[in-house]
């Protein structure tokens, strides 16, 4: 099963959940944004990889924008080399507009990384070969006012109906990309990590989170992350 399967399994286990309050919406790029999405995992979503980083879920001026994990547009379409149409989430709240690449934001946390990355190994295709990186969960929900709900704050039975979809989802990418490392990006992916991978034979870890609502990331996260890979002796 390859990436495309696993989300096209993912996307229709999706289908039997209901959000209740407080989310009233819920935004799921892997669909408007399908075709940069598809394009992301046929271009770098090539098996094997040695270490695969696992983020929370989207952005939203990041992925929600653009289809891609910590998608900051210019990174993705001037890094990455991937473009293409944007459509609309089901229902849009107007203060969490979806623009696509036409979108002016820039979200700090994927300009964060994957400028690291394109300062520790300049091109895309070089940083590739070794790392994948995916989101735990590719869902992004807000609530009536337009604030962000993450997934470890869903209603209890939500939580724990996304989270066992999710869990398999991650299991199958894993399995498929057959990583040494599995590392994850802040304290919930790297929770969601060690619960999901518990049989498989990989080394799980943490690295900070790039979002400057984390003070350690905003004293130079490519540094910080740079010093957490080569304490788990992944030398960048």
């Given at each position: ?11 229709h ?94 979200e ?27 989101n ?19 209603p ?6 996304l ?39 990989v ?34």
């Amino acid at each position: 099963m390859d990436l495309l399967s696993i989300n096209r399994t993912m996307l229709h286990e999706f289908a039997g959940i209901s959000f209740g309050q407080p989310v009233k919406y819920v935004y799921n790029p892997l669909v408007y944004a399908a075709g940069p999405a598809r394009h992301y995992l046929k271009k770098f979503g090539i098996s094997p990889r040695e270490i695969v980083l696992v983020g929370m879920n989207p952005g939203p001026w990041g992925m929600a924008q653009t289809g891609v994990p910590f998608g900051e547009v210019n990174m993705v379409r001037n890094w990455m080399g991937i473009n293409g149409y944007v459509g609309k989430p089901e229902t849009e709240h107007s203060k969490r507009p979806v623009t696509g690449f036409d979108c002016t934001r820039s979200e700090v946390s994927g300009k964060r990384l994957w400028g690291w990355a394109r300062e520790r190994y300049g091109k895309a295709e070089i940083f590739f070969d070794r790392y994948f990186v995916a989101n735990y969960c590719p869902l992004i929900f807000f609530d009536e006012a337009g604030s962000n709900i993450t997934p470890d704050k869903l209603p209890v039975r939500s939580k724990k109906e996304l989270f066992a979809v999710c869990d398999r989802a991650l299991e199958r990418t894993v399995r498929y990309m057959g990583p040494s490392y599995v590392i994850g990006i802040g304290v919930f992916a790297h929770s969601r990590c060690v619960e999901s991978l518990s049989s498989l034979d990989v080394e799980t870890g943490r690295i900070s989170h790039p979002s400057p609502a984390n003070p350690a990331a905003n004293r130079g996260w490519a540094d910080l992350v740079e010093k957490e890979l080569s304490d788990m002796g992944i030398v960048p």
